[in-house]
Each structure stands twice: as structure tokens, then as C-alpha cells.
Nanobody, 123 residues
């Protein structure tokens, strides 16, 4: 069992930055692939970024490449999403997720989910 708690969301102007954190339970955190997803009102949940456990390989959805950075600190059992140059289109609830098999881009590949944190970007 993995428990995930997101934090760091809030209101920010376009062009600004936020850093989301996801605190994970368990001392086997470094074995789990971690991902970030987001869901805007009226939209399907979409992949944002992922990081593997083995060599910390990272993967990004096209809309966030060059602007967002995913990282993990295994000593703190925490995964981060640094979001720069935010756009109104980034407004969504952001979810942290953990996967055993791989750091995939599909939400069904993830086994555990946090409750989400709201990110709102004003124009």
C-alpha cells in the first residue's frame, strides 16, 4: 500500500511558477515509479510527467516539455513537479500517482493516487 499526499497548489499569474510536492508513505518509495497527472474542468485526466525508480529517467507530455520538471528525493519520500512559465491552460487539479510496473503515460498503469491539488493560472 502506498499513500500519497499532494501539496503546493494555488493561484498564480500567467508566466509564474509553482512547485508541487507529493509525499509518499513507505520505506520502499524508491522502488515505485512516480507520475503526475492533471484534470481540467470538463476534460479527461491527462498525463503530465513521470519518473522511473531505476535510474530516475523522466518523461513529459508535449504541452509541458521545457516548462515542467519532475524530480524525486528518495530520502524524503517525495516527488516534485516544478512548473515554470505557467499558462492558463495549465489550470487543473494535479494528481500524484505511483506505479509498480513502469513509468507510463496512461492512468490505468498507476496503482495508487493522491487526492489532488488545485492549480489555477490567471491571465
Amino acid at each position: 500500500q502506498v499513500q500519497l499526499v499532494e501539496s503546493g497548489g494555488g493561484l498564480v499569474q500567467a508566466g509564474g511558477s509553482l512547485r508541487l510536492s507529493c509525499a509518499a508513505s513507505g520505506r520502499t518509495f524508491n522502488r515505485w515509479h512516480m507520475g503526475w497527472f492533471r484534470q481540467a474542468p470538463g476534460k479527461e485526466r491527462e498525463f503530465v510527467a513521470a519518473i522511473s525508480w531505476s535510474v530516475s529517467s523522466t518523461y513529459y507530455a508535449d504541452p509541458v516539455k521545457g516548462r515542467f520538471t519532475i524530480s524525486r528525493d528518495n530520502a524524503k519520500n517525495t516527488v516534485y513537479l516544478q512548473m515554470n512559465s505557467l499558462k492558463p491552460a495549465d489550470t487543473a487539479v494535479y494528481y500524484c500517482a505511483a506505479a509498480w510496473a513502469r513509468a507510463g503515460e496512461q492512468d490505468h498503469e498507476y496503482d495508487y493516487w493522491g487526492q489532488g491539488t488545485q492549480v489555477t493560472v490567471s491571465s
